[in-house]
């Protein structure tokens, strides 16, 4: 290498220890030359791979590639003159190695053919450079210890995956991408009318309101303790696991952190719920063969499907996160469900209550977006609708209104009025479905479709709710 270029202090200065970091001059002038000649295709390449002057190690082509940019985003074209000037009127000219090095790289090359490998080995420089200073920095953040370990770890973790993101982002995210995937969208709802275009729920009625839990929703299911919110949750995931034959689509990866119920627990309703075996009867009586080659019968669709369970108690939300982070890293996730919010541990003690849970919230939300996947966070609800004698409300979700803010979709069970409650259970009975009880799932927001109350049948000793008899005949 000719030379070694002394790098410029700016504010936000990389920290690279005693050595002198990766990087390629001849590939920099290469490239920078290429910019200038070519009539704009190579700086083109390099704003779709989202390059910017850091990815240069030589404050020179640093502020050349700046101007060249602020060029192009003005509709001027880039050349040595152009270039020169701009470089002049802004005071950067000598720092740039003046018109005579502007002129100098315009005959290193005869032609850009060579721009992408050029690319190619200032990206990896680029990379390279920002984990040697990432991994510095940890280390001397490690040894002065000023913050908590969970927080050091998720700052690390984020700090990577950052890098590990922007290596393989190939092009930028103009308006033009979002389009054409919402065109595809409204495509496949035409050509697939009435089908499900996101995770099935398994209930009819809530399919037709949201056409499946789409990637980057929050979905809350909130209700009063023993209300099912468990067991409906349940009752997603065994939709999601299970395509229909009518469904064109592979078992569904899904996530589910417990922070109540162990996962023999979860298992168990799992199991009894989908081979229809009275959970109850299951605890009190000697199980007869049918039901015993039922759960065998269960146990064996379940085999090898794509769920995680987490039953770790106690936990905080960099926790949760960065376990989802692992987990997608190795298999893309579908979806997750987190059972509850509320027994999320704050990251700081000594804020309210209510503030930390907005911080699980909002946290929750952005790992929905990161991800690309629905999230399903269960919640309680306080006694408010209870003491009332009223339908429960959004307005009552326990210790923040953040939930309802940051959530796309709010689910809130509830028993109905009480001559719709008899009469449905007194349905259930002549149908059959006795030891169901009558439920309304309030759809109280839908950020992207309408809002309705569903009514279903909830059956403790099965866990599991469903649609009543007749919805199941019209499917």
């Avoid at 769920?307 to 960065?322: F, H, M």
């Amino acid at each position: 290498m000719a030379e070694r270029p002394q790098r410029q202090r700016r504010d936000t200065q990389p920290n690279y220890g005693d050595r002198v970091p990766p990087h390629n001059l001849d590939a920099e002038r290469g490239l920078i030359a290429s910019i200038i000649v070519d009539g704009g295709d190579t700086l083109q390449r390099c704003l779709e791979q989202r390059v910017t002057p850091d990815y240069f190690f030589d404050p020179k082509h640093q502020d050349i590639y700046d101007i060249a940019v602020k060029l192009s985003q003005a509709s001027t074209g880039v050349d040595e003159i152009t270039l020169t000037e701009q470089l002049r009127r802004e005071g950067k000219l000598e720092s740039a190695g003046g018109a005579a090095y502007v002129n100098e790289l315009t005959g290193l090359i005869s032609s850009s053919a060579h721009a992408p490998h050029w690319l190619a080995i200032i990206r990896e420089k680029h990379f390279l450079r920002q984990l040697i200073s990432t991994a510095v920095t940890t280390v001397e953040k490690a040894h002065a210890h000023s913050e908590g370990i969970e927080r050091l770890l998720e700052d690390v973790e984020q700090s990577f995956f950052r890098i590990s993101e922007d290596r393989i982002s190939e092009s930028a995210q103009t308006i033009d991408v979002p389009i054409r995937e919402a065109m595809e969208f409204v495509q496949r709802m035409i050509r697939n009318r009435n089908s499900i275009q996101g995770v099935p729920t398994g209930f009819p009625d809530l399919n037709a309101l949201t056409y499946g839990f789409q990637p980057g929703q929050m979905i809350v299911v909130a209700a009063r303790p023993g209300m099912g919110k468990t067991s409906i949750a349940l009752n997603f995931i065994e939709a999601a696991l299970f395509p229909k034959p009518s469904e064109e689509r592979k078992p569904a990866n899904v996530l589910l952190f417990s922070l109540e119920m162990p996962a023999r627990e979860l298992a168990l309703r799992l199991l009894c719920s989908r081979a229809r075996v009275n959970m109850q009867k299951l605890r009190t009586a000697h199980p007869d063969e049918r039901m015993q080659l039922d759960l065998v019968q269960a146990a064996k669709e379940y085999q090898g499907l794509p769920l995680t369970v987490d039953d770790n108690g106690g936990q905080n939300i960099l926790e949760i996160r960065a376990k989802c982070r692992r987990v997608h890293a190795r298999t893309p996730l579908d979806m997750v469900v987190i059972d509850y919010i509320q027994l999320i541990n704050g990251l700081d003690s000594g804020l309210p209550r209510e503030q930390q849970i907005a911080e699980v919230s909002r946290s929750i939300k952005a790992m929905a977006k990161e991800f690309k996947i629905p999230i399903i966070a269960l919640a309680q609800l306080n006694r408010k609708s209870e003491d009332e004698a009223r339908q429960p409300r959004m307005s009552d979700l326990r210790e923040s209104g953040s939930i309802e803010q940051d959530a796309d979709i709010v689910m809130l069970i509830s028993k109905p009025p009480m001559s719709q409650g008899k009469a449905a259970e007194a349905e259930a009975e002549q149908m059959g479905q006795d030891g169901c009880y009558s439920r309304q799932l309030i759809v109280a927001k839908n950020r992207n479709g309408p809002t309705s109350d569903i009514n279903l049948l909830f059956n403790p000793g099965l866990t599991r709710f469903e649609s009543p008899v007749k919805e199941h005949r019209n499917e």
